[in-house]
C-alpha cells in the first residue's frame, strides 16, 4: 500500500481564486508561480524544517488543492533518512510532526479565507 504524502481536496469557491491566494502569499510569505492554471505556492518555514507548498489547480469549476511538506536533504539527514521524499500535512503519528503543525497552521489559513474546512 503505497503511504500518502500528499493532503488533497476537491472544492468550489464562488469568487476569483487568484486574490484570495496572493493576499494570504503575501500575509505569510509563501512565493507564487502561476502555470497555466495551476498556482504553486511555496514557503520556506525556516533553518533545519522542511518547505510547505501547496498546488492549487481550477478545473471545470472545481478547484482541486493539494498541500505537502517537500523534505529537504538536511532535514533526511536529521530524520536519519526515514522521512519520505514528500509528506502531507494531517496531524498524527508520525515523522516530522513539528515540521506538518507549523505548515497546517498556514495553509489553514488560506483554506479559512476559501470557506474550506481546516486540516486536522
Known sequence: MQKRTHTKRIFQIHEPLM??????????????EVEEN????EK????????????????????????????????????????????????GDGQLSMERKFGRDKVNKLLEKLGQPLIE
Not at 486574490?19 to 507564487?32: L, S, T
Not at 481550477?58 to 538536511?74: Q, R, S, T
Open 19 to 32: 486574490p484570495v491566494v496572493e493576499e494570504w502569499a503575501k500575509q505569510f510569505g509563501f512565493i507564487i
Open 38 to 41: 495551476k498556482i504553486l505556492c
Open 44 to 91: 520556506g518555514i525556516g533553518m533545519m524544517t522542511s518547505p510547505v507548498q501547496v498546488i492549487l489547480e481550477e478545473i471545470d469549476g472545481n478547484v482541486k488543492f493539494e498541500a505537502f511538506l517537500k523534505v529537504d536533504a538536511i532535514t533526511m539527514f536529521a530524520s536519519l533518512f526515514m522521512a519520505p521524499d514528500e509528506m502531507h500535512l494531517e496531524s
